[in-house]
């Protein structure tokens, strides 16, 4: 089947490039290896998990079971993509960190919105700062510096986006852990808050993220 651009098809690549893993699979009794793409999620991001599955199958024709972790609160859903890989490349559709818009998101405003929202539906986080002047804060975390997605938020949405590096070292089961990561963020405001409304809102899956989202615009700027 011919993979076509769509706002599924573009949500589900903001997905997959934020919380997916894109792997090798070794097959015990075939020669060649096998490629899949994998989602694991908590529980507040189920919907997204369950929607990612509905998208796999009508783009893909591609089905499983979403599976539950045994010793913790986690679901993951694993795909097979072998035969989809030369259309994958013809898409432009990267796996690697960071996220990068592919070219058939990065002249649409629709496809681009809802790219967007699989980004923040997967690594995203919406938080409402200041009490007497709310503002509505996007944040965007990966393990490497998010210059091309800035780029293309910029454009759509022309408002400022900064990025910033952090670093820290945590103790998790008496062994010290480095972490390393970037924060992309950009305000919710009268100079896109338009474009969020109609492209960005309606593709997110999350219920506190969406809702969040909905009701800062409808108090601040009326719907």
Not at 155 to 165: E, M, N, Q, Y
């Amino acid at each position: 089947m011919k993979i076509e651009a769509s706002e599924e098809l573009a949500y589900w690549m903001g997905v997959v490039q934020s919380d997916g893993c894109f792997s090798i699979i070794n097959r015990k009794y075939r020669k060649e290896s096998g490629y899949g793409i994998s989602l694991g999620v908590g529980k507040k991001s189920l919907p997204m998990l369950y929607k990612f599955k509905e998208l796999c199958k009508i783009l893909f024709n591609r089905d499983s079971k979403i599976n539950k972790s045994k010793n913790r609160e986690s679901w993951n859903f694993k795909i097979g993509v072998k035969r989809l890989l030369p259309q994958f490349e013809n898409l432009d559709i990267s796996f690697k960190d960071p996220p990068k818009p592919p070219n058939l998101c990065i002249n649409n405003p629709e496809l681009f919105g809802a790219y967007l929202a699989g980004i923040i539906d997967g690594d995203g986080s919406i938080r409402i700062k200041r009490k007497k002047y709310p503002q509505c804060m996007i944040k965007i975390t990966s393990g490497k510096s998010q210059n091309e997605l800035a780029e293309f938020i910029r454009r759509f949405l022309t408002c400022a986006v900064s990025i910033t590096f952090f670093e820290e070292e945590r103790i998790l089961n008496e062994r010290v852990i480095h972490g390393k990561w970037y924060e992309l963020e950009f305000l919710t405001s009268s100079k896109n808050y338009k474009f969020i409304k109609m492209h960005v809102l309606p593709n997110l899956t999350i219920p506190h993220k969406k809702e969040r989202l909905k009701e800062y615009i409808m108090e601040r700027f009326g719907m």
